[in-house]
């Protein structure tokens, strides 16, 4: 049984359920205790596109030996489950990827769902609150809203891959943001090769 203390993982209903998945599987493969959180929307996402249709389905395409070690399940329904508490110790909170509607309701304060509340508490808390939109283009309300959950303490981290590593399949673009999400949640990996310079420009 590991004594880290546990990332909260959220997955909502903006386009991007590989990323939601990979990322689950890199964290329970790491070893990393993971309490995950399913909006409704976010099933529905995870159906649309890549077919995993409920938490069995899940379960296998992210490993489930390393699921069933490391990875507990809540209902976004129960807003007093663990995560909705600020005396439960956790390292963190990412939401993969994140719906404008999520980060609005972040942004306002209203917490009508238990992501939402979870979301507040890591804020309040002064914890790592990573947030992954993937929409394109971007609204003023958009932008004002990023900038509001920026100012009280959260990374807005689009889902951008680059391309410096000359990407040759989409799970390399996957893996890229993934990585990127597990540096701000300081864990340790081994996803990707990190930039070591290029060729000056001539």
């Given at each position: 049984m590991s004594d880290r203390r546990p990332v909260v993982m959220?997955?909502?209903?903006?386009?991007?359920?590989?990323?939601?998945?990979?990322?689950?599987?890199?964290?329970?493969?790491?070893?990393?205790?993971?309490?995950?959180?399913?909006?409704?929307?976010?099933?529905?996402?995870?159906d649309t596109e890549t077919g995993i249709e409920d938490a069995a389905r899940l379960r296998e395409a992210t490993g489930a030996t390393a699921w069933d070690a490391h990875v507990t399940l809540f209902d976004d329904?129960?807003?007093?489950?663990?995560?909705?508490?600020?005396?439960?110790?956790?390292?963190?909170?990412?939401?993969?990827?994140?719906?404008?509607?999520?980060?609005a309701a972040i942004a306002g304060g209203t917490s009508?769902?238990?992501?939402?509340?979870?979301?507040?508490?890591?804020?309040?808390?002064?914890?790592?609150?990573?947030?992954?939109?993937?929409?394109?283009?971007?609204?003023?309300?958009?932008?004002e809203n990023m900038l509001r959950v920026t100012r009280a303490?959260?990374?807005?981290?689009?889902?951008?891959?680059g391309f410096y590593h000359r990407p040759a399949q989409v799970d390399e673009l996957v893996d890229f943001v993934v990585a990127r999400v597990l540096d701000h949640l300081d864990i340790e990996h081994q996803l990707g090769r990190r930039w070591g310079g290029g060729a000056r420009a001539r």
């Open positions: 959220a997955v909502t209903g903006a386009s991007g359920a590989p990323y939601a998945v990979r990322l689950v599987r890199a964290l329970a493969e790491l070893g990393q205790p993971t309490w995950l959180i399913v909006s409704s929307h976010g099933w529905r996402l995870l329904g129960d807003r007093g489950a663990r995560p909705a508490s600020g005396s439960v110790r956790t390292a963190g909170m990412v939401i993969c990827p994140c719906s404008m509607g999520t980060l009508r769902s238990l992501v939402e509340r979870a979301a507040d508490v890591v804020l309040k808390e002064r914890r790592r609150l990573v947030l992954v939109p993937r929409e394109t283009p971007l609204s003023a309300i958009h932008l303490g959260a990374v807005v981290l689009p889902a951008s891959p």
